[in-house]
């Protein structure tokens, strides 16, 4: 497989909800065996492509879903208070919270996370999304590092 291949394989990793670049991270610097420093900045960036797209579009999605079927409506619902229940650490510590929200590389957090407690609060693109930016290259470098440490141990 050639490197270019390897490269996109991280950043199409790192734009899947769930996976973001807590997956893509250790991905790239373990099983395909590519540099520290470049794998951060594909993962960053792959992370980061879906945030505007959530923000803007979520709600209309989750409003066509609560048309289209009882079950996606459902699922709708869902997220939606997912999103909300996050969102209450926001009222208090607004960017600062959803810094820490998207930072903390555990599951249930994340950029995907981020965007949609962005959206549920109504916060503006051009206050959401540096702070998810932030948050993301926090939670990159948090990755790296102990991607780092794990496969020098574990060598």
């Known amino acids: 497989m050639s490197t270019f291949v390897k490269y996109l394989c991280v950043l199409g990793m790192s734009m899947l909800p769930i996976v973001e670049l807590r997956g893509a991270v250790p991905f790239g610097m373990g099983a395909m065996q590519l540099p520290m420093i470049p794998v951060l900045i594909v993962s960053i960036i792959g992370n980061l492509l879906p945030v505007p797209f959530i923000i803007l579009f979520i709600r209309r999605l989750f409003e066509w879903m609560k048309a289209k079927s009882r079950r996606l409506g459902r699922l709708a619902e ?4 997912r999103g909300k ?3 209450a650490m926001l009222v208090k510590y607004e960017a600062l919270g959803l810094f820490i929200l998207v930072a903390i590389p555990l ?3 994340g950029a995907w996370t981020g965007a949609l407690v962005a959206a549920m609060m109504d916060l503006r693109l051009k206050n959401a999304i540096p702070t998810i930016s932030l948050g993301v290259i926090a939670a990159g470098i ?3 590092v102990f991607s780092d440490v794990f496969f020098v141990w574990h060598g």
């Open 78 to 81: 869902k997220l939606e208070a």
């Open 85 to 87: 229940s996050k969102g």
């Open 107 to 109: 599951p249930g957090t």
């Open 142 to 144: 948090i990755m790296a």
